[in-house]
C-alpha cells in the first residue's frame, strides 16, 4: 500500500469510499504498525470510519477500553481476569505477567502482549487458505450394489472436491475413500500418489481403484472422497511413469470458468443422465466429520 499512496489514512479514506460507491456497503478502517492495533482501531466507534491506534496512542485509545473488547479475550477469559480486578485492557496491561501466567498459562501471555500493542506476526501477502485436505461424501438414498453404480456416485463427489482444489489453487498427493454399508460397518482406504494432481479424471480413477480394493459387495449407503497433503499447483514435477493429465486440465478449467459464470448446473456429464445420482453430490465435510488413516507411506 505504501508503494501507492504515501499517507495511509489518505489511502484508507479513498478504500472506504470507494467500497461504498461500488460495493454499496460501509466499513470501519483500522490504521496502525501493527495488526493487532489495527484491528483494535477497526472496531471504534462504527459505522463508516477511519480510526488509528498507533504506539504513542494506545494509553488514550485502548486501554480505557473495557477488557472483554481486547482481541482474544472471550467471556470465559473475561471472567477470570475480573475475579482478579482487571476490568479495562489497561489493567490488563499494567499487571504482572507472572502473575497474569499463573491463571491463563500461555494465553495469558498472548492478551497481556496484545494490551501493550505487541504483534509480531507478518502481514501475509499470499492469502491462499491454509487447508489440510478436501472432502465430500454423501448419503446415498439407496443400496448401492453393483460397482458401476458406486463408481458413479464416486465422480459425482469427486467432481466437487477437484473443482474446490482447483479454486483453492492446490494439487493433492493422497486420495483416501470411505464406505459406510447399510448396516453402519464403516471402512476406509487412501494412497500416496508419486505426482501431486487436481485433475478430476485422476482423481476419480484413484478413488475407484481403492473403492474396487475395499470393497466386498456389501450393499453400501455411504461414500466419502477426500483429498490430502497438498501442495501449490503452480508447479507440477511428472513422473516418467503416469500418465500427463494436462489436456484434461485445460478442460477441467473451462469448466470451472463456464460453471463460475452460468451456475453449477450449466455443464455436467452425459453419464449422470437417467443414472438417479446427482452430478454433484454431497457436501463439504470436515476432518472430525471424516476421520481417514493416517498417513505412514513416505
Same mark, same amino acid.
Given at each position: 500500500?505504501?508503494?501507492?499512496?504515501?499517507?495511509?489514512?489518505?489511502?484508507?479514506?479513498?478504500?472506504k469510499?470507494?467500497?461504498k460507491?461500488?460495493?454499496?456497503?460501509?466499513?470501519?478502517?483500522?490504521?496502525?504498525?501493527?495488526?493487532?492495533?489495527?484491528?483494535?482501531?477497526?472496531?471504534?466507534?462504527?459505522?463508516?470510519?477511519?480510526?488509528?491506534?498507533?504506539?504513542?496512542?494506545?494509553?488514550?485509545?485502548?486501554?480505557?477500553?473495557?477488557?472483554?473488547?481486547?482481541?482474544?479475550?472471550?467471556?470465559?477469559?473475561?471472567?477470570?481476569?475480573?475475579?482478579?480486578?482487571?476490568?479495562t485492557?489497561?489493567?490488563?496491561?499494567?499487571?504482572?505477567?507472572?502473575?497474569?501466567?499463573?491463571?491463563?498459562?500461555?494465553?495469558?501471555?498472548?492478551?497481556?502482549?496484545?494490551?501493550?500493542?505487541?504483534?509480531?506476526?507478518?502481514?501475509?501477502?499470499?492469502?491462499?487458505?491454509?487447508i489440510?485436505?478436501?472432502?465430500?461424501?454423501?448419503t446415498?438414498?439407496?443400496?448401492?450394489?453393483?460397482?458401476t453404480?458406486?463408481?458413479?456416485v464416486?465422480?459425482?463427489?469427486?467432481?466437487?472436491?477437484?473443482?474446490?482444489?482447483?479454486?483453492?489453487?492446490? &494439487?493433492?498427493?493422497?486420495?483416501?475413500?470411505s464406505?459406510?454399508?447399510?448396516?453402519?460397518?464403516? &471402512?476406509?482406504?487412501?494412497?500416496?500418489?508419486?505426482s501431486?494432481?487436481?485433475?478430476?479424471?485422476?482423481?476419480?480413477?484413484?478413488?475407484?481403484?481403492?473403492?474396487?480394493?475395499?470393497?466386498?459387495?456389501?450393499?453400501?449407503?455411504?461414500?466419502?472422497?477426500?483429498?490430502?497433503?497438498? &501442495?501449490?499447483?503452480?508447479f507440477?514435477?511428472?513422473?516418467?511413469f503416469?500418465?500427463?493429465?494436462?489436456?484434461?486440465?485445460?478442460?477441467?478449467?473451462?469448466v470451472?470458468?463456464?460453471?463460475?459464470?452460468?451456475?453449477?448446473?450449466?455443464?455436467f456429464?452425459?453419464?449422470?443422465?437417467?443414472?438417479?445420482?446427482?452430478?454433484?453430490?454431497?457436501?463439504?465435510?470436515?476432518?472430525?466429520?471424516?476421520?481417514?488413516?493416517?498417513n505412514?507411506?513416505w
Amino acid at each position: 500500500m505504501g508503494r501507492i499512496y504515501y499517507d495511509p489514512v489518505e489511502a484508507a479514506y479513498k478504500i472506504k469510499k470507494r467500497i461504498k460507491e461500488e460495493l454499496g456497503f460501509t466499513v470501519n478502517i483500522g490504521i496502525s504498525s501493527n495488526k493487532i492495533l489495527a484491528k483494535m482501531a477497526s472496531e471504534l466507534n462504527k459505522p463508516y470510519k477511519v480510526h488509528t491506534i498507533f504506539p504513542h496512542e494506545i494509553a488514550d485509545k485502548m486501554w480505557c477500553l473495557p477488557i472483554d473488547e481486547l482481541f482474544m479475550v472471550g467471556r470465559a477469559t473475561a471472567k477470570k481476569l475480573r475475579g482478579r480486578s482487571i476490568n479495562t485492557i489497561g489493567d490488563l496491561a499494567q499487571a504482572d505477567l507472572k502473575m497474569i501466567k499463573l491463571f491463563l498459562k500461555s494465553h495469558g501471555i498472548l492478551v497481556w502482549n496484545y494490551a501493550n500493542g505487541n504483534d509480531i506476526s507478518p502481514v501475509r501477502e499470499n492469502r491462499r487458505t491454509m487447508i489440510k485436505g478436501i472432502g465430500n461424501s454423501t448419503t446415498i438414498p439407496f443400496d448401492v450394489e453393483e460397482a458401476t453404480s458406486a463408481h458413479l456416485v464416486l465422480l459425482s463427489l469427486t467432481e466437487t472436491v477437484a473443482a474446490r482444489l482447483r479454486q483453492a489453487e492446490y &494439487c493433492a498427493r493422497l486420495v483416501s475413500v470411505s464406505i459406510k454399508t447399510n448396516e453402519f460397518y464403516s &471402512c476406509s482406504h487412501q494412497r500416496k500418489i508419486s505426482s501431486a494432481i487436481d485433475c478430476t479424471n485422476a482423481i476419480h480413477e484413484v478413488a475407484c481403484e481403492l473403492f474396487d480394493e475395499l470393497w466386498k459387495g456389501e450393499p453400501i449407503r455411504h461414500l466419502g472422497v477426500r483429498v490430502s497433503e497438498l &501442495c501449490r499447483n503452480d508447479f507440477m514435477q511428472l513422473s516418467l511413469f503416469e500418465r500427463d493429465y494436462e489436456k484434461q486440465r485445460a478442460v477441467d478449467r473451462t469448466v470451472d470458468a463456464i460453471r463460475e459464470r452460468f451456475g453449477p448446473d450449466a455443464v455436467f456429464r452425459s453419464s449422470f443422465l437417467n443414472s438417479g445420482v446427482r452430478f454433484r453430490s454431497g457436501g463439504t465435510v470436515d476432518d472430525e466429520e471424516y476421520p481417514m488413516m493416517s498417513n505412514i507411506l513416505w
